[in-house]
């Protein structure tokens, strides 16, 4: 890795060191100062990625596998029906009428989840906006926006329950990498990675 492309997203992990003023063969060079990245530190980052990425992978493979077996079933029926003219109902009784009492209608919401929305826009410059959402069933939240080393920059309190959305505003933040984390009756629910770049 190059330190100063490194810099802009783990400025944490960069150091200055100076090599010292040196003479060879009768030319005299001048001291030089040059970035220094340490690689010890950057360990648990990248593992954690390599987890991250391997999650997501093992989503994008069900989602894979559902999708397939969708255009199969699809596939199949559509057989079926050039076959026969048309497709017999569940039951086999022939007809592609469906009865009453078969009607189900389903409602769905997600009111009662604990959601935390990745910042948007990401990477930015100097404003972003989270929105998450922390049922009323529970008694207490927090967002903890944190750098890439633990170290905490804000604790904000998520007082009213429900849908919320966070304003936040980092003009004076150095460029780099952070991470923030919802915490709800003490437990950790998800954590997501934002970007300051000017």
């Given at each position: 890795?190059?330190?100063?492309d490194?810099q802009?997203?783990?400025p944490?992990?960069i150091?200055?060191?100076?090599h010292?003023?040196s003479?060879v063969?009768?030319?005299?060079y001048?001291?030089?100062?040059?970035l220094?990245?340490e690689?010890?530190?950057?360990i648990?980052?990248?593992v954690?990625?390599?987890?991250?990425?391997?999650?997501?992978n093992?989503?994008?493979?069900s989602?894979?596998?559902?999708?397939?077996?969708n255009?199969n079933?699809?596939?199949?029926n559509n057989?079926?029906?050039?076959?026969?003219?048309?497709?017999?109902?569940?039951?086999?009784t022939g007809?592609?009428?469906?009865t009453?009492?078969?009607l189900l209608?389903?409602?769905?919401s997600?009111?009662?989840?604990?959601?935390l929305?990745?910042?948007?826009?990401?990477?930015?410059a100097?404003?972003?906006?989270?929105?998450?959402?922390?049922p009323?069933?529970y008694k207490?939240a927090?967002?903890i926006?944190k750098?890439v080393?633990?170290?905490?920059?804000?604790?904000?309190?998520v007082n009213?329950?429900?849908?919320g959305?966070l304003?936040v505003?980092?003009?004076?933040?150095?460029?780099?990498?952070?991470?923030?984390?919802?915490?709800?009756?003490g437990?950790?629910?998800d954590?997501?990675?934002?970007?300051?770049?000017?």
């Amino acid at each position: 890795l190059i330190a100063q492309d490194a810099q802009t997203v783990v400025p944490a992990l960069i150091n200055t060191a100076v090599h010292p003023a040196s003479k060879v063969g009768g030319t005299n060079y001048p001291a030089q100062s040059y970035l220094t990245l340490e690689y010890m530190q950057l360990i648990p980052i990248l593992v954690k990625a390599v987890q991250q990425l391997s999650t997501k992978n093992n989503t994008q493979d069900s989602l894979i596998q559902i999708l397939t077996n969708n255009i199969n079933a699809c596939c199949h029926n559509n057989h079926n029906d050039d076959d026969h003219g048309h497709r017999d109902a569940p039951g086999g009784t022939g007809s592609n009428t469906v009865t009453p009492g078969n009607l189900l209608n389903v409602d769905l919401s997600d009111k009662d989840v604990i959601v935390l929305d990745q910042n948007v826009p990401n990477p930015f410059a100097e404003q972003c906006t989270i929105t998450y959402n922390v049922p009323e069933q529970y008694k207490f939240a927090q967002i903890i926006f944190k750098t890439v080393d633990g170290k905490i920059i804000k604790t904000v309190d998520v007082n009213k329950k429900g849908r919320g959305q966070l304003n936040v505003f980092a003009a004076d933040l150095s460029n780099g990498l952070y991470m923030y984390t919802l915490i709800v009756d003490g437990k950790i629910i998800d954590t997501k990675k934002m970007v300051k770049q000017n």
